[in-house]
Structure formats: C-alpha cells, structure tokens
T-cell receptor, first 112, second 116 residues
C-alpha cells in the first residue's frame, strides 16, 4: 500500500517563509504533487515533481528527493490568502495503472 | 487553464432516494476522471477511477452497486448515489485528467450531499 505523512497544522506570519514536508512510502512511485484547498473549496494544483530537485512557480517551490522518499512545499512571502490546507499527493503505478494517493493535508494559518 | 464543472454544488435529499452528480470537463477531453469523498477536515479519499468507455475501477471498500459511475463521453462522468442514507452525507469531488498531462488533476467545485 501507500502511506504519506505531513504535519497536520502549521502557523506562520505574513511575509515569512514556510516549508511543509511530506514523506511517503510506496512502490511504483512516479511523482509527487501538491494541491491547495481553501475551506469549502476544490483542490487546485500547485506543483509537481517527477525528478529530484526543486521546481519553482512564483512564490511557491516544491522539492523532491526520491532516494529519501521525501518532498516539501515552500511558500515564500506569505499572504493572508495563503491560509488553506495543502495536500501532497503521491503518484504510483499500481496494478497496471496510475494511482494518486493524497496525504492527510496540512492546515496552514497565516497570521498578521 | 482547464476547467471542470461539477453539478449540483449542494443537494439535500430524503433517505432512500438516489442522487446523481455530474462532472464535466469544459475545455479539454478527460481520458480519466476520478471521484473522491471528503469528510470535514480530512483528506480526499479516492472512491473510483473512471475511464471513458469502460467500467470504473473502484477502491477497496467502496460499494459499486451503491455508487454507480458512468463515463459515457470524454467530457462527462456521473456518480449516482443509490438509495442514499444519512451516512452517505459527505462532500463529493470529481477530478479530471487530460491525456497529455497525467500528473495534474483538475478538480470540480464539489457537491455537498446531505441525506435527511
């Protein structure tokens, strides 16, 4: 089976930088994605890492180390609107098809 | 960007009735659609994977006769909750994946189902 771990809650100050970690255990791994979900809303895609290293998209960056089964999402210049839940999602080949499993989510609270 | 429309956004029904939820990809062809269930403050639990023109693949523990999935075209998948009961009350979200971008899922806005 697959398992993912990420912190349940993180609090950070507006303007600061925050890192949300994700560790996973799976076979057939092909990539790690990050999604943002505001309360009552739909998840939206933020970033994807298929290879080791850092992917940067504006204020958001995501990192992957396949050898460590570890990744993180980095949010810079935090804004109040960044308060949301962030999910890492592992993509793996299972039974001949691609399967994505979501982590339990990290609730980020940005405070003034 | 790719848009997925999910309808209805909210439904309240009596116990024993059936509810159909539609998921449409508006500006792309979705070779694969997914149906999730989310409880308050919890993660997305995959219910089933739906491929156009073939039977859906259900996750372990999901009753296929309870949650009927139809993916009749490349832009439409439906989830029917049959004989709904209060324990089926939840937030159901669909997502779609475009053929060329297999690592990105585009999500609908979700349907909040309340069964009385």
């Amino acid at each position: 089976g697959q398992s993912l771990e990420q912190p349940s809650e993180v609090t950070a100050v507006e303007g600061a930088i925050v890192q949300i970690n994700c560790t996973y255990q799976t076979s057939g791994f092909y990539g790690l994605s990050w999604y943002q979900q505001h309360d009552g809303g739909a998840p939206t895609f933020l970033s994807y890492n298929g290879l080791d290293g850092l992917e940067e998209t504006g204020r958001f960056s995501s990192f992957l180390s396949r050898s460590d089964s570890y990744g993180y999402l980095l949010l810079q210049e935090l804004q109040m609107k960044d308060s949301a839940s962030y999910f890492c999602a592992v993509g793996a080949y299972s039974g001949g098809y691609q399967k994505v499993t979501f982590g339990t989510g990290t609730k980020l609270q940005v405070i003034p | 960007g790719a848009v997925v429309s999910q309808h209805p956004s909210r439904v309240i029904c009596k116990s024993g009735t059936s509810v159909k939820i539609e998921c449409r990809s508006l500006d792309f062809q979705a070779t694969t659609m997914f149906w999730y269930r989310q409880f308050p403050k919890q993660s997305l639990m995959l219910m089933a994977t739906s491929n156009e023109g073939s039977k859906a693949t259900y996750e372990q523990g999901v009753e296929k006769d309870k949650f009927l999935i139809n993916h009749a075209s490349l832009t439409l998948s439906t989830l029917t909750v049959t004989s709904a009961h209060p324990e089926d009350s939840s937030f159901y979200i669909c997502s779609a994946r475009e053929g060329g971008q297999v690592y990105i899922q585009y999500f609908g806005a979700g349907t909040r189902l309340s069964v009385l």
